[in-house]
């Protein structure tokens, strides 16, 4: 199975999202959140160490603080747990 992420991907995530009752205000932080990793992969298949220079990015290039990157990482590992793409989960 292919570990691109695709719009509707993140469709069916925003309606699993509606079911669990998330405000639509959480729903849209997340979903913004792995637009931003989506738009950084640009059509790739995301592996573990794409996903880890994607955190340093956030971190170092675009200098978000430790506690936003974090939020970010913490949004996109709830992403791939419901893809199950457990292995490309990263550490805060």
Do not use: H
Not at 14 to 28: D, H, Q, V
Not at 51 to 67: A, H, N, P
Not at 72 to 78: A, C, P, S
């Amino acid at each position: 199975m292919s570990k691109i992420i695709t719009e509707e991907d993140l469709c069916s995530y925003a309606a699993y999202l509606r079911g669990e009752e998330k405000s639509i205000l959480t729903i849209e932080k997340y979903l913004r959140d792995v637009r931003k990793l989506m738009k950084y992969a640009d059509g790739q298949e995301l592996t573990k160490e794409l996903v880890i220079q994607f955190k340093e990015k956030l971190y170092y290039t675009d200098q978000y603080k430790i506690g936003s990157v974090n939020s970010i990482l913490e949004v996109i590992n709830r992403f791939f747990e419901y893809m199950n793409w457990f292995d490309l989960k990263v550490k805060p």
